[in-house]
């Protein structure tokens, strides 16, 4: 079992940069697969990026070539870099943990942390 704690988040002008993190517990954090969602108000949780426990990632269409995932095992550690970030990125951000290989569906992680608020805003 894995509890992650997120953190990073807040207040940021359109084009502008955050890293989040996510940080777990435990000794296997490095055999899980782990993902980024995140929630706008009124709308479903929806995929972020996801990185396998080797470290191959995957990303949605969204936020490709703005956004990088990347995990160091040796902090128990995920991050998000969001760069050129834009209204349309505010939410509230979820990182996820699941112990065999990458989904893009929410309903197949299996432990989640409480979430992070980025707001994108002038």
């Known amino acids: 079992q894995v509890q992650l704690v997120e953190s990073g988040g807040g207040l940021v002008q359109p084009g502008g940069s955050l890293r989040l993190s996510c940080t777990g517990s435990g000794r296997t954090f490095s055999a899980y697969a782990m993902a980024w969602f995140r929630q706008a108000p009124g709308k479903e949780r929806e995929f972020v990026a996801a990185i396998r426990s080797g470290g191959s990632t995957y990303s949605a269409d969204s936020v490709k070539g703005r956004f990088t995932i990347s995990r160091d095992n040796t902090k128990n550690t995920m991050y998000l870099q969001m760069n050129s970030l834009k209204p349309e990125d505010t939410a509230v951000y979820y990182c996820?943990?699941?112990?065999?290989?990458?989904?893009?569906?929410?309903?197949?992680?299996?432990?989640w942390g409480q979430g992070t608020q980025v707001t994108v805003s002038s």
């Open positions: 996820a943990a699941r112990n065999t290989g990458l989904s893009l569906s929410s309903r197949d992680y299996n432990y």
